[in-house]
Nanobody, 126 residues
Framework: QVQLVESGGGLVQTGDSLRLSCAAS????????MAWFRQAPGKEREFVAG????????RYADSVKGRCTISRDNAKNTVYLKMNSPKPEDTAVYYC???????????????????WGQGTQVTVSS
């Protein structure tokens, strides 16, 4: 069982940068692949970025590629999402997700993840 708690959301302006954090409970954090998803009002929850258990493999949605960096610190049981130059269209609730996985493969579909945080709101103003 893994419990996830996101933090770092809020109101930012285009041109700023922001960093979201997701703290995980449990002693086996390093056995889980992690991801960030987001959901804007009236839209489906979508994959943003993912990272495998070791941090050696990452994957990004085309919409954020080049602007976002996902990373993890297994000693701190935390995964991060840094976003540079956010845009108004990045406004959404951002969710952290986890799945037990020992491979380098990074899942991008919502139903491939077993554990979810409660989400943190990110609002980008122009």
């Amino acid at each position: 069982q893994v419990q996830l708690v996101e933090s770092g959301g809020g109101l930012v302006q285009t041109g700023d940068s922001l960093r979201l954090s997701c703290a995980a409970s449990g002693r086996t954090f390093s056995s889980y692949a992690m991801a960030w998803f987001r959901q804007a009002p009236g839209k489906e929850r979508e994959f943003v970025a993912g990272i495998n258990w070791s941090g050696g493999s990452t994957r990004y949605a085309d919409s954020v590629k080049g602007r976002c960096t996902i990373s993890r610190d297994n000693a701190k049981n935390t995964v991060y999402l840094k976003m540079n130059s956010p845009k108004p269209e990045d406004t959404a609730v951002y969710y952290c997700a986890a799945v037990f996985a020992s491979s380098a493969k990074i899942a991008t579909m919502r139903d491939e993840y077993d554990y979810w945080g409660q989400g943190t709101q990110v609002t980008v103003s122009s």
